[in-house]
């Protein structure tokens, strides 16, 4: 998914855009490769601090303690949990990986 194509603009809030903590933190954007292109993406999560790499750029260095929003805590309780989930997801469009790996920090 790409969610720069023309079928997504005005639809998506900032928070909503590729490689952010969705609805949470906003990701920089621009650093997406054209859509049917493999784009490279990091993503680490030590503690609290959420580190997302699109392509060689840093678009994400949040710490999920600096979210204060009461209506965004209201709405994502799990932001408290210190374990989780990894989701990969799209917005009705079909989205593909490979190669992907997961190791957990020390």
Same mark, same amino acid.
């Given at each position: 998914?790409? !969610?720069?194509? *023309?079928?997504? #603009? /005005?639809? @998506?809030?900032? $928070?909503?855009?590729?490689?952010?903590?969705? !609805?949470?933190? *906003?990701?920089? #954007? /621009?650093? @997406?490769?054209? $859509?049917?292109?493999?784009?490279?993406?990091?993503?680490?999560?030590?503690?609290?601090?959420?580190?997302?790499?699109?392509?060689?750029?840093?678009?994400?260095?949040?710490?999920?303690?600096?979210?204060?929003?009461?209506?965004?805590?209201?709405?994502?309780?799990?932001?408290?949990?210190?374990?989780?989930?990894?989701?990969?997801?799209?917005?009705?469009?079909?989205?593909?990986?490979?190669?992907?790996?997961?190791?957990?920090?020390?």
């Amino acid at each position: 998914m790409n !969610d720069q194509a *023309p079928v997504y #603009q /005005g639809k @998506l809030r900032p $928070a909503q855009y590729h490689g952010s903590i969705y !609805d949470v933190v *906003p990701a920089r #954007q /621009g650093f @997406l490769k054209k $859509a049917g292109e493999w784009n490279q993406e990091e993503i680490t999560a030590s503690g609290r601090r959420i580190t997302v790499i699109l392509n060689g750029t840093t678009i994400v260095d949040a710490n999920l303690d600096s979210v204060k929003d009461p209506q965004v805590l209201k709405k994502h309780p799990g932001l408290a949990r210190s374990q989780g989930h990894i989701g990969f997801l799209g917005h009705d469009t079909r989205v593909e990986f490979r190669n992907i790996r997961l190791r957990e920090l020390p």
